[in-house]
């Protein structure tokens, strides 16, 4: 496995940057978890709390013009690929002003054009989209293109993660992928999930390179990560990265998480990689806690602001939406009654 | 006994056949120990131990190991957290267990649950009715329970019978369809029932849409007219005596259902009643389906994008010519 050492190491700036992203993506997921107890939400809510670190540290080294492909837990990622806090509380308020217009919600919200894709909620389809993406950056002569997508350890127990990983490796395609191993798929613990040793020993059958990481420490995400979109970026084909971490929130906000081994809890991996990141911060003195927790602030700020501006939003009008599956507008069949 | 919502009929009938038939047992996420995404399992691993167990997230593996079970003579439930996704375990549905009685003479009695149909806030991938898509198969018996007691007794007559059941549950009515009691006895596999009783038109649907017409029906009625509704449980096979005997009552026919309109149920039973009873039709036919988009989201839009009560009563009225 290769060893983040080689890699220069991380920047107090690169640090706080993603620090600052997933205080924002937490502080904004606590709000949507007040909110949809207070039945202000269309629909579910399902969080990333505890998954920050890896999630963020996933997209910081995309540029503009990769592709990401996150999934459920990936608020802060998302954020650090350039999802905002107006559209994320459109999606989920149900404006109509959302980049989905209220046709799709939640998790399920992306803008394609813009290299960060919409995934759909069926596990693991994302993995050969990206694949099939970067095949057509690489027809289309695009270089220096890194797709990345994330999933769960469940996830990796679908036909399409393998067989979109191999596609990806038999192509060496610039593709990272990111398993946010947080040792449960909804209530299964991973003991009924899979029997290898460890999620990483996947990589081998598919002739992959691996990557493995602690996922509460965010240095050590961000150096992991960094490397891995680097090799990929630099033509060594698929990553394959693992990150171990605890799932700190219920599957979605309606549950209870009763069924989490209370071990795991309060184990190393139970721990909150936000407090953790704070932590190092006052520790190496990149900031003070005055400065922390005005960022804190800032970002409670930010949200509450947008919360107040997006509930003044229309809804969508069903007199409005044009009722269109397809982009060419003759093909619009008319069923009487409908 | 307390009431009884549909839900808790569809975990008191997998109770039951677990208690009746040792050859049966429940395989799909989280349905151990956590009793289902649902909870249409809830305390059954523990009651039966080693027989309810929690499967990896692989749909196509979980249905593949039900037909492999089922060669040898188990009876599988198998659970898909929602029916949207049983897309991944499409193949072995569709050629494996749909095809197995046809080419080898080897019945497969398996039983796949799809928690199916629209609830607001659910969105495309976890709102789907996709019962017409697997009665196009054939091999496949396709059951769309609308009732508390439809949900229980046919889920045992699925587990008895032979051949591979598409159990399509509505989720919309798990929680707030109640019941008394549960039946001792049910109408056979593939009977339709009469649901409403009337003159004027025949409105013929199944699952969720069964309420949305009856309101629609009562709705009529303070304007005199009487509308029969046909509700369909099996919609393969199909019980078209039942559907000509009323259209021959009526004159008239409405077909409502939630899936799509393309090749959908009420497709097949307008083609089946113009083929087959044309000269018992006073107008042309009519279907009432979802929009022909993916399901949507939220919930301004997804409670216009299916069919409703008043969308009901609005094309009885046309049909009626009122
Ligand atoms: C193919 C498929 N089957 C079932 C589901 C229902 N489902 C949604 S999330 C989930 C658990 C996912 O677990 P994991 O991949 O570990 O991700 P995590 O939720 O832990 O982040 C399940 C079973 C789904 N979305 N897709
Ligand atoms: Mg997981």
Redesign the pocket.
């Known amino acids: 496995m290769p060893t983040p050492k080689e890699e220069p190491p991380v920047t107090s700036a690169e640090f706080i940057k993603a620090y600052r992203v997933m205080l924002l993506a937490r502080v904004l997921e606590e709000k949507l978890a007040s909110l949809y107890r207070g039945g202000m939400i269309k629909g579910g809510v399902f969080l990333g709390r505890g998954q920050e670190a890896l999630s963020v540290s996933v997209a910081q080294p995309l540029r503009k013009g990769d592709i990401f492909a996150p ?3 990936d608020q802060a990622g998302r954020m650090a690929f350039g999802d905002t806090v107006l559209d994320t509380l459109r999606t989920y308020l149900g404006s109509q002003l959302g980049p989905m217009k209220g046709r799709d919600g939640n998790i399920h919200r992306g803008r394609p054009r813009e290299g960060y894709y919409a995934m759909i ?4 389809a994302m993995v050969p989209a990206v694949a099939g993406a970067l095949l057509a950056r690489r027809l289309k002569g695009e270089t220096g293109i890194v797709g990345a997508t994330c ?5 990796t127990s ?1 036909g399409a993660f393998h067989e979109g990983l191999n596609a990806a490796a038999v192509e060496k395609l610039p593709l990272v992928l990111v398993v ?1 191993n ?1 040792q ?3 209530s299964t613990p991973n003991s009924r999930q899979f029997v290898c040793r460890d999620l990483i020993d996947k990589a081998i059958g598919y002739g992959v390179a691996a990557h493995k990481v602690d996922a509460t420490d965010l240095e050590q995400c961000l150096l992991t990560l960094r490397k891995a979109v680097r090799a990929a970026r630099e033509g060594g084909g698929p990553q394959f990265v693992v990150g171990d971490l605890l ?1 700190l929130v219920g ?1 979605g906000e309606h549950d209870d998480a009763h069924y989490v081994d209370p071990a795991l809890k309060s184990a190393p991996i139970g721990r909150d990689c936000l407090l953790l990141a704070e932590e190092q911060i006052i520790a190496k003195a990149w900031a003070t806690r005055t400065e922390t927790a005005a960022w804190r602030q800032e970002a409670e700020g930010e949200v509450n602001s947008t919360v107040d501006k997006v509930r003044r939003e229309p809804g969508p009008n069903p007199e409005d939406d044009d009722w269109m599956a397809y982009s060419k507008s003759e093909f619009a069949e008319h069923y009487a009654g409908a | 006994m307390s009431s009884i919502t549909y839900l808790e009929a569809i975990r008191l009938a997998q109770e039951k056949a677990l208690a009746d038939d040792p050859r049966v047992f429940l395989y799909g ?2 349905v151990g120990n956590f009793g289902g995404a649902f909870k249409a399992s809830k305390n059954l691993a523990k009651e039966f131990p080693g027989r309810v167990f929690d499967a990896p ?1 692989s ?1 196509d593996a979980i249905i593949g190991m039900a037909v492999g079970a089922a060669i040898e003579g188990m009876r599988p439930i198998v659970e898909m ?2 029916a949207d ?1 049983s897309t ?1 375990g499409f193949n072995q549905i569709v050629n494996h267990a749909a095809t197995l009685y046809y080419r080898t003479g080897v019945p497969c009695p398996i039983v796949v649950r799809l928690p199916s149909g629209g609830t607001s806030g659910g969105g495309p991938f976890h709102s789907q009715s996709m019962e017409a898509l697997y009665a196009h198969y054939p091999g496949l018996v396709v059951m769309t329970p609308a009732t508390v007691e439809d949900a229980y007794s046919m889920l045992l007559e699925a587990v008895a019978l032979d051949d591979p059941v598409i159990f399509c549950e509505h989720k919309f009515l798990y929680y707030h369809l109640k019941a008394e009691e549960l039946p001792e006895t049910a109408l056979p596999v593939g009977k339709a029932r009469l649901a409403r009783a009337g003159r004027d038109a025949t409105i013929v649907t199944h699952g969720a849409m069964l309420h949305e017409a009856i309101a629609a029906a009562n709705e009529l009625a303070t304007d005199g007219y009487e509308l029969e509704i046909v509700d369909l449980r099996t919609v393969k096979p199909l019980d078209m005596d039942i559907v000509l005997a009323s259209v021959a009552r009526t004159g008239r026919l409405l077909c409502v259902s939630e899936e799509w309109p393309w090749g959908g149920v009420a497709a097949e039973v307008i083609a089946r009643v113009t083929s087959e009873g044309f000269g018992l039709l006073d107008v042309a036919p009519q279907r009432l389906n979802a929009k022909d988009t993916p399901v949507p989201y939220h919930p301004d839009l997804w409670s216009v994008h299916r069919p409703t009560a008043s969308a009901i009563a609005e094309a009885s009225r046309r049909l009626l010519n009122i």
């Open positions: 999934l459920i837990r909620s069926h596990l693991g999933l769960g350890d469940g996830a679908t946010a947080n449960y798929a909804y799932r599957h | 996420q989280d997230l749909e957290q929602f996704f991944c």
